[in-house]
């Protein structure tokens, strides 16, 4: 790997995709669909497709795929993840959901998944496809599932229970995270498996607007070649990786959206005859919501840049979402705090940026760079 | 285009500056702890060092030239910034002693003229602002200075001085004109030995008790006319106060610097115990089937990451002529704030190891402390923040 420059300023290209983004996502707020979305917990499928239209997702895989050829860039996709979760949580999730099949698949599938698979969901039109990593239990561990894959002649047989799982109901497939000998490894299941429990759809704290599911998984048999990367697996930790630093970049969306609002607020609400951004006690909160998310995004980029280099970027991903988890709760709240009462109503988005922002520490594998 | 992965250059300038401080600070760092006042000698070596020299002659009205983005040199201030975390990461204290490099060299590196440099640019000299009644608010200062003929006559009192005995020369700010406000705030190149001026006494501090703080006391003292760093024409605007002000958005991440310095100090010693006592910190397990003492360690860890590259994004706007003050604060009140947090939960986390002097960390936590005190208190940079996101002046938020 050449020694590239270190440096903080966005290329022209990647300033004109965060603009491009941002106007998009602008267009979207306009009339608060983001509320109403939240409110009719349904995401609007216009939006999803004017998203999945800018190409981001299949851009980077191979025109033989389906994509475009272009050049894959971990960085490039955090700003993609920042500029849309600074829109809406439950939108950045779900328009960027086939990533996370799609670059697992052709990053560390075998030559016959990536041919099977990749030309399916990499098309003109968005068609939902999944990852079921979250498991409903206490203590539970991303690194190590407690759903169990064991071998049998040319199969695997999969048993566990999944939580979370976006938009399971319509998925042409899945891919399902479980141990197998001892290791946490992923597995390509199609929607319609019969091994596959899909459940009532969930109610969350946050992201009404994002459709998920319970899935169970009783003696759901795949064929051994649909074991991500084949006989020998995948390498789990990277795909770890790479989603925690998906979930930095829309807490430092999520957290920027936040501070923003609250921002604006501030100077426009006027008591004891001044705007209360001009009191210290507000205005330190607004200084401290101005620096964290920054650091959530420097932080975001550090880990980015490591992958982008190649490099195994396991103690920049977990630091970075450890950070990011802990800081978007802090400023969601800060957020619903500096608007007091109105704050806590619906008709102000902070309060679903407060719901949403625990998400950020909890949830794993739910989008990817 | 976006990269936070070291350069090898900056990867060798770290490792360089890390041995230096192992070899050379670590040594002596209890020592000068305990024997306050006294100077390190072993920093003599370092005298001839140009650590704060000017880089090459200013043209008239010439800005200095920024370095090009696209080009493979490592920036000055973001070399400086790694240099001052490995100094410190060996001693805060001994890194303010380093002579001829004190904060009035700095002053006088960037405003004096030819002449001036040639009279003071070897000497060491401080920089004296603040007075028993002035801190934050440097604007309100009292000491003053006369013009009586060819001399300026100096009155007044300044406190907190860092080198305050050890330097040859201090930069003394004083008001030619009260009436005037900010805009009458001068500074002076005033040599120790001067009639009139005086070393009141050296402070006892908390920490950073290897670099001398003390006080001036300034009275009837009579320095030659052309002492005055700057132009001594009262402008109508502040714009000569705002350009002193300037220079902190300069000093600010180098400060900030210092507090990585040693808060990384102190999560090494931490880690280094923790792992002693059988714990594998592997960056893999989910937060919440961590054991406490893992679960801070981490936390501290990324604090100290956010507050790296909060540093370094300042430091390298600067290296890129990029105006930083919103920047330079921002490094400056998480570093601060965070660092001395870090390092008192280090000291914590260590239990009797960090309560005992047998240990640095104890150290470390009186030494940090000053990191969000000096150079504007983490409250002037939250001001400075939210005035800047606000879009508010001072008068507005207060």
Redesign the interface.
């Given at each position: 790997m050449e020694?590239?420059?270190?440096?903080?300023?966005?290329?022209e290209e990647?300033s004109s995709m965060k603009d491009t983004v941002a106007k998009l996502v602008k267009s979207m707020v306009i009339g608060n669909p983001a509320h109403d979305m939240d409110e009719e917990r349904k995401l609007s499928k216009d939006v999803i497709d004017k998203v999945w239209e800018l190409g981001a997702t299949i851009s980077t895989v191979p025109e033989e795929f389906g994509g475009y050829g272009m050049e894959y860039s971990p960085?490039m996709n955090t700003i993609l993840l920042e500029e849309l979760a600074a829109g809406d949580m439950a939108l950045a999730i779900a328009a960027t959901l086939p990533s996370t099949f799609i670059f697992t698949i052709l990053q560390m599938g075998s030559d016959e998944q990536k041919k099977k698979y990749l030309p399916l969901y990499c098309d003109a039109v968005y068609k939902p496809c999944t990852v079921a990593v979250n498991e409903p239990q206490f203590?539970?561990?991303?690194?190590l599932p407690k759903t169990k894959a064991e071998k049998k002649g040319g199969k695997y047989i999969i048993n566990g229970k999944k939580c979370f799982v976006p938009m399971a109901k319509d998925a042409g497939h899945l891919l399902i995270a479980a141990e197998v000998d001892g290791k946490a490894d992923l597995f390509i299941v199609e929607g319609n498996n019969p091994g596959l429990k899909i459940g009532e759809r969930e109610k969350n704290l946050g992201m009404y607007a994002l459709e998920s599911y319970p899935v169970v998984l009783e003696n759901c048999e795949v064929p051994a070649t649909d074991r991500v990367g084949g006989d020998s697996g995948c390498d789990y930790?990277k795909f770890l990786q790479k989603t925690r630093v998906a979930l930095s970049a829309i807490g430092t969306g999520l957290s920027r959206a936040s501070y923003e609002y609250a921002?604006e607020y501030?100077?426009e609400r006027v008591q004891f005859g001044e705007p209360i951004?001009?009191r210290?006690s507000i205005?330190?909160m607004?200084?401290?919501m101005?620096?964290?998310v920054?650091?959530?995004r420097?932080?975001t980029?550090?880990a980015a840049?490591?992958l982008?280099?190649g490099?195994d970027a396991?103690?920049?991903a977990?630091?970075?979402k450890?950070?990011a988890?802990?800081m978007t709760m802090k400023l969601t709240d800060y957020g619903v705090q500096i608007l007091g009462g109105h704050g806590y109503i619906r008709e102000n988005p902070v309060e679903r940026y407060y719901r949403n922002g625990r998400g950020i520490?909890i949830l794993e594998g739910m989008a990817t760079v | 285009?976006?990269?936070?992965?070291?350069?090898?250059k900056?990867v060798d300038v770290r490792s360089g500056m890390n041995n230096m401080a192992t070899s050379m600070l670590r040594p002596i760092s209890r020592h000068y702890d305990e024997h306050e006042h006294e100077y390190p000698k072993e920093l003599d070596m370092f005298r001839s060092m140009k650590i704060m020299a000017r880089p090459k002659k200013k043209k008239e009205g010439e800005e200095a030239k920024p370095e090009k983005?696209?080009?493979?040199k490592l920036g000055s201030n973001?070399s400086m910034v790694i240099v001052i975390e490995e100094m410190c990461w060996g001693d805060l204290g001994l890194l303010l002693s380093f002579p001829n490099a004190g904060l009035g060299n700095a002053a006088i590196v960037a405003v004096a003229t030819d002449e001036q440099m040639a009279r003071f640019g070897d000497k060491w000299a401080s920089m004296a602002i603040t007075e028993p009644g002035s801190g934050s608010d440097s604007g309100s200062i009292t000491a003053r200075a006369t013009l009586e003929g060819d001399s300026w006559v100096l009155n007044g009192e300044k406190i907190f001085v860092t080198c305050a005995e050890r330097a040859e020369a201090a930069v003394i700010w004083a008001t030619v004109d009260r009436s005037a406000g900010k805009a009458g705030i001068k500074s002076f190149v005033v040599e120790r030995g001067t009639p009139g001026f005086k070393l009141e006494k050296l402070e006892h501090k908390l920490g950073v008790r290897a670099s001398d703080t003390g006080t001036y006391v300034l009275d009837d003292c009579r320095i030659p006319k052309d002492n005055i760093l700057g132009s001594a024409e009262i402008k109508q605007s502040t714009e000569g106060f705002k350009g002193v002000m300037k220079t902190f958005d300069n000093t600010r991440p180098l400060v900030a610097s210092m507090a990585l310095g040693v808060t990384r100090a102190a999560l090494d010693f931490t880690r280094e115990k923790i792992e002693e006592s059988g714990i594998k910190l592997d960056?893999?397990?989910?937060?919440?089937?961590l054991s406490a003492i893992e679960k801070e360690f981490?936390?501290m860890?990324?604090?100290l990451?956010?507050?790296r590259?909060?540093t370094?994004?300042a430091a390298?706007?600067m290296d890129?002529g990029d105006f930083n003050n919103l920047?330079a604060s921002?490094s400056k009140?998480?570093a601060g704030r965070y660092g001395t947090l870090i390092c008192q939960k280090c000291c914590e986390l260590l239990g009797p190891l960090g309560y005992s002097c047998e240990y640095l960390a104890e150290k470390w936590m009186r030494d940090v402390k000053i990191t969000d005190i000096f150079e504007g208190t983490g409250?002037i940079q939250?001001?400075i923040?939210?005035?800047n996101?606000?879009g508010?002046s001072s008068k507005?938020?207060?």
């Amino acid at each position: 790997m050449e020694d590239r420059d270190f440096g903080f300023s966005m290329s022209e290209e990647q300033s004109s995709m965060k603009d491009t983004v941002a106007k998009l996502v602008k267009s979207m707020v306009i009339g608060n669909p983001a509320h109403d979305m939240d409110e009719e917990r349904k995401l609007s499928k216009d939006v999803i497709d004017k998203v999945w239209e800018l190409g981001a997702t299949i851009s980077t895989v191979p025109e033989e795929f389906g994509g475009y050829g272009m050049e894959y860039s971990p960085i490039m996709n955090t700003i993609l993840l920042e500029e849309l979760a600074a829109g809406d949580m439950a939108l950045a999730i779900a328009a960027t959901l086939p990533s996370t099949f799609i670059f697992t698949i052709l990053q560390m599938g075998s030559d016959e998944q990536k041919k099977k698979y990749l030309p399916l969901y990499c098309d003109a039109v968005y068609k939902p496809c999944t990852v079921a990593v979250n498991e409903p239990q206490f203590g539970f561990d991303a690194a190590l599932p407690k759903t169990k894959a064991e071998k049998k002649g040319g199969k695997y047989i999969i048993n566990g229970k999944k939580c979370f799982v976006p938009m399971a109901k319509d998925a042409g497939h899945l891919l399902i995270a479980a141990e197998v000998d001892g290791k946490a490894d992923l597995f390509i299941v199609e929607g319609n498996n019969p091994g596959l429990k899909i459940g009532e759809r969930e109610k969350n704290l946050g992201m009404y607007a994002l459709e998920s599911y319970p899935v169970v998984l009783e003696n759901c048999e795949v064929p051994a070649t649909d074991r991500v990367g084949g006989d020998s697996g995948c390498d789990y930790s990277k795909f770890l990786q790479k989603t925690r630093v998906a979930l930095s970049a829309i807490g430092t969306g999520l957290s920027r959206a936040s501070y923003e609002y609250a921002r604006e607020y501030a100077k426009e609400r006027v008591q004891f005859g001044e705007p209360i951004a001009c009191r210290q006690s507000i205005a330190f909160m607004i200084a401290e919501m101005a620096y964290e998310v920054d650091a959530m995004r420097l932080m975001t980029w550090k880990a980015a840049s490591a992958l982008e280099a190649g490099r195994d970027a396991k103690k920049e991903a977990y630091l970075a979402k450890l950070f990011a988890g802990e800081m978007t709760m802090k400023l969601t709240d800060y957020g619903v705090q500096i608007l007091g009462g109105h704050g806590y109503i619906r008709e102000n988005p902070v309060e679903r940026y407060y719901r949403n922002g625990r998400g950020i520490a909890i949830l794993e594998g739910m989008a990817t760079v | 285009m976006i990269n936070l992965e070291m350069t090898q250059k900056m990867v060798d300038v770290r490792s360089g500056m890390n041995n230096m401080a192992t070899s050379m600070l670590r040594p002596i760092s209890r020592h000068y702890d305990e024997h306050e006042h006294e100077y390190p000698k072993e920093l003599d070596m370092f005298r001839s060092m140009k650590i704060m020299a000017r880089p090459k002659k200013k043209k008239e009205g010439e800005e200095a030239k920024p370095e090009k983005p696209g080009s493979k040199k490592l920036g000055s201030n973001l070399s400086m910034v790694i240099v001052i975390e490995e100094m410190c990461w060996g001693d805060l204290g001994l890194l303010l002693s380093f002579p001829n490099a004190g904060l009035g060299n700095a002053a006088i590196v960037a405003v004096a003229t030819d002449e001036q440099m040639a009279r003071f640019g070897d000497k060491w000299a401080s920089m004296a602002i603040t007075e028993p009644g002035s801190g934050s608010d440097s604007g309100s200062i009292t000491a003053r200075a006369t013009l009586e003929g060819d001399s300026w006559v100096l009155n007044g009192e300044k406190i907190f001085v860092t080198c305050a005995e050890r330097a040859e020369a201090a930069v003394i700010w004083a008001t030619v004109d009260r009436s005037a406000g900010k805009a009458g705030i001068k500074s002076f190149v005033v040599e120790r030995g001067t009639p009139g001026f005086k070393l009141e006494k050296l402070e006892h501090k908390l920490g950073v008790r290897a670099s001398d703080t003390g006080t001036y006391v300034l009275d009837d003292c009579r320095i030659p006319k052309d002492n005055i760093l700057g132009s001594a024409e009262i402008k109508q605007s502040t714009e000569g106060f705002k350009g002193v002000m300037k220079t902190f958005d300069n000093t600010r991440p180098l400060v900030a610097s210092m507090a990585l310095g040693v808060t990384r100090a102190a999560l090494d010693f931490t880690r280094e115990k923790i792992e002693e006592s059988g714990i594998k910190l592997d960056y893999e397990k989910n937060p919440n089937n961590l054991s406490a003492i893992e679960k801070e360690f981490y936390t501290m860890e990324a604090h100290l990451d956010a507050m790296r590259l909060l540093t370094w994004r300042a430091a390298w706007m600067m290296d890129n002529g990029d105006f930083n003050n919103l920047e330079a604060s921002m490094s400056k009140a998480k570093a601060g704030r965070y660092g001395t947090l870090i390092c008192q939960k280090c000291c914590e986390l260590l239990g009797p190891l960090g309560y005992s002097c047998e240990y640095l960390a104890e150290k470390w936590m009186r030494d940090v402390k000053i990191t969000d005190i000096f150079e504007g208190t983490g409250q002037i940079q939250h001001l400075i923040v939210a005035r800047n996101v606000l879009g508010y002046s001072s008068k507005q938020l207060k």
